[in-house]
């Protein structure tokens, strides 16, 4: 799994994919999971950086500013709103809060407005703060918290995602010339626990792919260490010519898991296995409208569900962009990218309003 990769292709119609996207979007900026579905922070941010990949820069800055709207005084978001108002049984989620930073950064990365990310500092710095201030004495973050209750069991794949949050967030505050040493020990600890202490988090959740990739897809494992990690679960989870399994036990594929396999397979540089990932799920998709079959089961080619999410066709937008490097913001996750640490001296495009998209 080291080929170079020589030609590059995808059968991925992104601007059809992202046109699925933008008809979920709400006049409010709010992006649910489907036409009728639920909401939450974490997609919602993921969609919203499905947009940017696909040049609709307003639409995302208005899904980016109803995240600061409805942001808790807190620095939180509940995790699940439905009609715009949050779902009864909704808690606060640590990793759905922290990933506004990705996002944020990510538009930045593509369009270089930096009047837009000094408008969306407060709620990066404050989410971030909250995040932080769950983190436990080893270095693990708390998951949940419910009124004054806080569920101090951690997942593996939304520390990682976490990870790679305080990552954006660090860059976004030297950007603007801010001091955060308390996220940046975080971000240390956290990765430190991560790598060395295992046991630290919900080994429950073994059995679903996210915590075999996200480690790597989040740059913590890099190197010989995440080719290791590839290598030791690659039967578990990916049917070659079909796609990965949501879970190692279940006959189940899902476009969602394929595409981030394919991104932590371009992060960690190995561009020829990620490039086969992708083939593997470019026909399953609804041709007429770009959108992306959140699943099929395997070896039936049953559709399921039959919701196709926001999310999904997000993240495949976010794959095609690492492979084909569509946007300025197509190094983002790569493991050579966050490794520097002078953010300062990053290259974007000056800010350019994007031309208006029927």
Same mark, same amino acid.
């Given at each position: ?18 046109? &699925? ?19 939450? $922070? ?30 808790? $005084? ?18 606060? =989620? ?21 009047? &837009? ?21 080893? @270095?693990? +973050? ?19 995602? +976490? ?13 603007? @010339?801010?001091?955060? $040493? ?13 790598? &060395? ?22 740059? +913590?494992?890099? @190197? ?10 690659? =039967? ?91 946007? $300025? ?21 000056? &800010? ?7």
């Amino acid at each position: 799994m080291s080929k170079p990769l020589k030609k590059a292709y995808s059968n991925i119609d992104v601007e059809s994919t992202a046109k &699925f996207i933008l008809s979920i979007q709400k006049d409010s900026g709010e992006i649910p999971w489907s036409e009728s579905g639920k909401t939450d $922070p974490w997609d919602h941010v993921e969609s919203a950086m499905g947009l940017t990949v696909g040049g609709y820069w307003e639409n995302a800055k208005k899904a980016y500013l109803w995240s600061l709207q409805t942001q808790l $005084p807190d620095g939180s978001w509940w995790s699940c709103y439905e009609q715009g108002k949050p779902q009864k049984k909704a808690y606060k =989620d640590s990793n759905m809060t922290a990933y506004i930073a990705v996002g944020v950064f990510h538009y930045y990365m593509v369009t270089g407005d930096y009047s &837009f990310l000094r408008i969306m500092w407060p709620t990066v710095c404050n989410a971030l703060d909250y995040v932080v201030g769950l983190q436990q004495e080893e @270095g693990q +973050i708390s998951w949940a918290q419910r009124g004054k209750r806080i569920y101090k069991k951690s997942l593996l794949t939304g520390s990682s995602s +976490i990870h790679i949050s305080l990552l954006c967030g660090l860059r976004i505050a030297s950007l603007l @010339g801010k001091q955060k $040493p308390h996220w940046e020990m975080a971000k240390v600890k956290l990765a430190n626990a991560i790598k &060395f202490k295992p046991y630290l988090f919900d080994q429950s959740k073994s059995r679903f792919s996210m915590d075999w990739y996200y480690p790597i897809l989040c740059g +913590i494992l890099r @190197g010989k260490e995440a080719q290791k990690r590839i290598e030791e679960s690659w =039967d578990r989870f990916a049917i070659p010519g079909w796609g990965i399994r949501c879970v190692s036990d279940k006959p189940w594929l899902t476009m969602a898991e394929s595409a981030e396999l394919t991104m932590a397979l371009a992060a960690m540089g190995d561009l020829y296995t990620a490039n086969q990932v992708l083939s593997w799920i470019q026909n399953k998709r609804d041709s007429h409208n770009g959108a992306i079959w959140t699943g099929i089961t395997y070896p039936d080619r049953i559709i399921y569900p039959e919701e196709r999410t926001s999310w999904t066709a997000a993240a495949v937008l976010l794959a095609v962009d690492m492979l084909y490097k569509l946007t $300025p913001a197509s190094q983002l996750f790569s493991h050579n990218f966050l490794e520097y640490k002078k953010t300062t001296t990053l290259q974007v495009k000056p &800010f350019v309003e994007a031309p208006p998209k029927s």
